[in-house]
């Protein structure tokens, strides 16, 4: 890929279906503030960087599968990742926290939010409180009010399962059992929730 390190005074720049594969190039301008990288073969973020004024980033249709190394992008307010490959139940949103700004996040066409269908904006609001749509769909009262009720409902279900290990811990002890290993026969992958308070 083209390097265009040092045209700090790009402001828009358009690199659609060109068969690229990585970010490499796409670093160092400073006045940059959207991105136009759909239609590729971009498999992950590795390369994209110092970009401070980035609002705008668009990967729609390319072949993600995880969100990891996500680049620092302190100004982002829309983020388009629709059409790639995220199966990952919950598509690696909580991983999007980075991103306090983000106000759009397209996520349609992955394997991950079909699955989800409607429930797709409460997952993405328990992570993104302050985002305004997802995809074209516009967040309502009514959706907020829904992630309040799954945060509770989750906050909840981690407290009782904490209590359950505990009691079943308790009894391994009390029968002289050794105490399991970290992960070590449990029915599934450990699930971690944060949830906080009720949010405005």
Do not use: W
Request: hydrophobic content about 40%; some cysteine.
């Amino acid at each position: 890929m083209k390097d265009f390190m040092g045209h700090g005074s790009l402001i828009r720049l358009e690199l659609k279906s060109n068969k690229l594969v990585d970010l490499s190039g796409c670093r160092n301008m400073e006045n940059l503030q959207e991105l136009y990288l759909n239609g590729n073969e971009i498999t992950n973020f590795s390369g994209l960087n110092e970009l401070p004024s980035l609002k705008k980033l668009d990967l729609n249709t390319n072949k993600i599968t995880r969100l990891q190394e996500l680049p620092d992008l302190p100004s982002l307010e829309h983020l388009d990742l629709g059409g790639n490959a995220i199966e990952k139940a919950d598509g690696d949103i909580p991983a999007l926290a980075v991103y306090p700004t983000l106000k759009n996040l397209v996520m349609a066409g992955n394997p991950f939010a079909d699955a989800l269908g409607d429930k797709l904006k409460i997952e993405i609001l328990l992570t993104l409180r302050g985002i305004k749509f997802v995809g074209e769909d516009e967040i309502t009262d009514e959706d907020r009010a829904a992630m309040k009720e799954e945060a509770k409902e989750r906050k909840k279900a981690a407290i009782a399962a904490a209590i359950e290990a505990e009691r079943l811990a308790a009894e391994r002890a009390a029968a002289g059992e050794e105490p399991r290993a970290e992960g070590e026969g449990g029915d599934g992958d450990d699930v971690v929730v944060e949830a906080e308070g009720d949010a405005d």
